[in-house]
């Protein structure tokens, strides 16, 4: 079973891609940047963004029922890995304990230079 899972408060896909894949029991969420999905334009300032792709995020795991404690792994890119702690601290924020597996990494580049873009696996039952 392979169901696409879509919804207009995340941003459209700007590519071949679906915005998300469910399975009988994962949902894979493509790589999320911070466009508001209102215009399709980045939102302004490290921690907009960094709260921006957590917002698109949350949207997609809301459509398919869940939330993002469902949350087990998350693949986290940015520019700068002077965001890390930041992004730590808005993860405080927004997930509950025990926290979801994560990777950080520094890379060169992000689509429309985005400063972070996020991937996540949600695990449909906890």
Known sequence: MKKKIST????????????????????????QIPLDPENMKLVEGDENQIRQV???????????????NHIIKLNV?????????????????????????????QVARLPLDSSIEVEAIVAKTI
């Open 8 to 31: 207009k408060k995340a941003p459209e896909a700007i590519g071949p891609y679906s915005q998300g894949i469910e399975t009988e029991s994962l949902i894979f969420l493509s790589g």
């Open 77 to 105: 890119s940015l520019q700068d890995l002077g965001s890390f702690n930041l992004v730590n601290e808005i993860m405080k924020e927004l997930f509950d304990e025990p926290f979801p597996a994560r990777a950080a990494l």
């Open 54 to 68: 957590f917002k698109n995020i949350e949207a997609l795991c809301e459509e398919a029922g869940l939330s993002l």
